[in-house]
T-cell receptor
Framework: DADVTQTPRNRITKTGKRIMLECSQT?????MYWYRQDPGLGLRLIYY???????NKGEISDGYSVSRQAQAKFSLSLESAIPNQTALYFC??????????????FGPGTRLTVL | LAKTTQPISMDSYEGQEVNITCSHN???????ITWYQQFPSQGPRFIIQ???TKVTNEVASLFIPADRKSSTLSLPRVSLSDTAVYYC????????????FGGGTRVLVKP
């Protein structure tokens, strides 16, 4: 079984709809991240969480919110989806110190299309 | 925001060595430098990590000068399957050591 899973893998929705993307991990990591990737571009950090009680905004948090329900679960929500949020979304996890905090383990991604 | 700079793309041929340099002038004292590989429609995958001097594993080598303001990923004898985007990841001193990705280098290996 994969260490980091994302659901759904693909989603098509309409403008104005509320969408939740879910991420679960079995690596026992405290740190979790949500990234967005647009075609031909690199990854941009949306939100990150260093533990269950810690949530931080990333580079592009506007229009998004997150929930860290447990150590193993980190959800990303789009309260009112808009077309320019069409992208590939990745969840990742990492350890907490030294070398391990830089080694992030990524999920398979969720392809979201907002019409 | 990340303060890393990488070339946007580079081409190579099978069997050649590929060197990708990343600039990171604001690297934090305690941060490590990590490189990732990404294939289309997949999540990035860890390749190598280092703090200073040189690190080598079965996939690549990482060269880091004494001032640590840059690093070079070296891929020896590339094959077609090494065609991917390569990202440099360092701590961001300006953002309190928050980890962010660089822009990525698209490497195309030709036959």
């Amino acid at each position: 079984d994969a260490d980091v899973t994302q659901t759904p893998r693909n989603r098509i929705t309409k403008t104005g709809k509320r969408i939740m993307l879910e991420c679960s991990q079995t690596k026992g990591h405290d740190r979790m991240y949500w990234y967005r990737q647009d075609p031909g571009l690199g990854l941009r950090l949306i939100y990150y969480s260093f533990d269950v009680k810690d949530i931080n905004k990333g580079e592009i948090s506007d229009g998004y919110s997150v929930s860290r329900q447990a150590q193993a679960k980190f959800s990303l929500s789009l309260e009112s989806a808009i077309p320019n949020q069409t992208a590939l979304y990745f969840c990742a996890t990492s350890g907490t110190s030294g070398r391990s905090q830089n080694e992030q383990f990524f999920g398979p991604g969720t392809r979201l299309t907002v019409l | 925001l990340a303060k890393t700079t990488q070339p946007i793309s580079m081409d190579s041929y099978e069997g050649q060595e590929v060197n990708i340099t990343c600039s990171h002038n604001n690297i934090a004292t305690n941060d490590y430098i990590t490189w990732y590989q990404q294939f289309p429609s997949q999540g990035p995958r860890f390749i190598i990590q280092g703090y200073k001097t040189k690190v080598t594993n079965e996939v690549a080598s990482l060269f880091i000068p004494a001032d640590r303001k840059s690093s070079t990923l070296s891929l020896p004898r590339v094959s077609l399957s090494d065609t991917a985007v390569y990202y440099c990841l360092v701590g961001d001193k300006a953002a309190g050591n928050k980890l962010t990705f660089g822009g990525g280098t698209r490497v195309l290996v030709k036959p």
